[in-house]
């Protein structure tokens, strides 16, 4: 009952007008930038990556990713780690700085993170990344989101579901791609929503979403709770208030937004 009531504010994040989200792109989630997205109808937003190993040293790079925006309405802070009690304990410092929820990330594919056993890396072993994401689910205040691959260089992601069904978390988002295709392929939305069928968890689809048009199809007709979009958002920031509106925002790519205005 604990967990379910924990899982409260990010299912709600999740209703209708809110199921477009920024998703949490390394070097591009800067708090101006999120602050801007937010301008635009963004209602919830994910930071750049931090290594919570560095977070609990209390590093004040990794410490900066914290930082919320004052016009974010739903803010979580994205983390890598692979043992509860650097998780627990990382998870305590973005409550305690007024993050929404946490984000684990398993899909990060780089050298940087797999090197350390983090990232995607962690999807080799279902059953011991379920006992890392209970763990941490049951120790922290707030919602626990996960993000994961399809696979690492095979697709195993029904396994992970499986694994992931009974952690307590809010809410899956899941790439449609392997940590070694990067975005080499298109990503497998048919996999998504298969996946999305068949579990009892909020399904948040991500990879490929690069316009308005894109996001729609998406939310309507691959039975995801919610779509993220990333590259999309960096080319067009305003495409969240398009999604809230019922008629299309006309821009050119090339316009200068309000907010920019110096």
Same mark, same amino acid.
């Given at each position: 009952?604990?967990?379910?009531?924990?899982?409260?504010?990010?299912?709600?994040?999740?209703?209708?007008?809110?199921?477009?989200?920024?998703?949490?792109?390394?070097?591009?989630?800067?708090?101006?930038?999120?602050?801007?997205?937010?301008?635009?109808?963004?209602?919830?937003?994910?930071?750049?990556?931090?290594?919570?190993?560095?977070?609990?040293?209390?590093?004040?790079?990794?410490?900066?990713?914290?930082?919320? &925006?004052? /016009?974010?309405?739903? +803010?979580?802070?994205?983390?890598?780690?692979?043992? #509860?009690? @650097?998780?627990? *304990?990382? %998870? !305590?410092?973005? &409550?305690? /700085?007024?993050?929404? +929820?946490?984000?684990?990330?398993?899909?990060?594919? #780089?050298? @940087?993170?797999? *090197?350390? %056993? !983090?990232?995607? &890396?962690?999807?080799?072993?279902?059953?011991?990344?379920?006992?890392?994401?209970?763990?941490?689910? @049951?120790?922290?205040?707030?919602? !626990?989101?996960?993000?994961?691959?399809?696979?690492?260089?095979?697709?195993?992601?029904?396994?992970?579901?499986?694994?992931?069904?009974?952690?307590?978390?809010?809410?899956?988002?899941?790439?449609?791609?392997?940590?070694?295709?990067?975005?080499?392929?298109?990503?497998?939305?048919?996999?998504?929503?298969?996946?999305?069928?068949?579990?009892?968890?909020?399904?948040?689809?991500?990879?490929?979403?690069?316009?308005?048009?894109?996001?729609?199809?998406?939310?309507?007709?691959?039975?995801?709770?919610?779509?993220?979009?990333?590259?999309?958002?960096?080319?067009?920031?305003?495409?969240?208030?398009?999604?809230?509106?019922?008629?299309?925002?006309?821009?050119?790519?090339?316009?200068?937004?309000?907010?920019?205005?110096?």
């Amino acid at each position: 009952c604990a967990r379910s009531s924990r899982a409260l504010p990010l299912s709600l994040a999740l209703r209708a007008s809110f199921v477009l989200q920024l998703a949490p792109l390394t070097k591009g989630n800067n708090l101006p930038f999120r602050r801007l997205c937010a301008d635009y109808d963004a209602q919830v937003l994910y930071s750049e990556m931090a290594f919570a190993r560095n977070l609990c040293k209390g590093e004040p790079r990794e410490r900066a990713l914290m930082r919320r &925006a004052a /016009n974010e309405p739903t +803010f979580g802070v994205q983390i890598a780690t692979k043992t #509860i009690d @650097e998780g627990v *304990r990382a %998870g !305590l410092a973005i &409550a305690e /700085n007024g993050a929404d +929820f946490v984000s684990l990330n398993l899909g990060c594919p #780089i050298y @940087e993170a797999t *090197r350390r %056993g !983090l990232g995607s &890396a962690l999807l080799k072993k279902p059953k011991k990344l379920s006992r890392l994401i209970g763990g941490m689910a @049951e120790g922290l205040p707030i919602p !626990l989101e996960v993000k994961v691959r399809i696979g690492i260089d095979s697709v195993n992601i029904e396994s992970v579901v499986e694994a992931l069904e009974e952690t307590g978390i809010a809410a899956l988002t899941i790439h449609g791609r392997t940590a070694q295709q990067r975005y080499k392929k298109s990503a497998d939305w048919d996999l998504i929503k298969r996946i999305a069928q068949n579990t009892q968890l909020p399904i948040i689809g991500n990879g490929d979403v690069l316009t308005l048009h894109e996001a729609r199809n998406r939310i309507e007709n691959y039975d995801v709770s919610a779509v993220m979009i990333g590259r999309g958002a960096l080319t067009k920031p305003w495409v969240f208030q398009e999604y809230v509106s019922t008629s299309h925002a006309v821009r050119s790519l090339f316009a200068r937004p309000d907010s920019l205005t110096l």
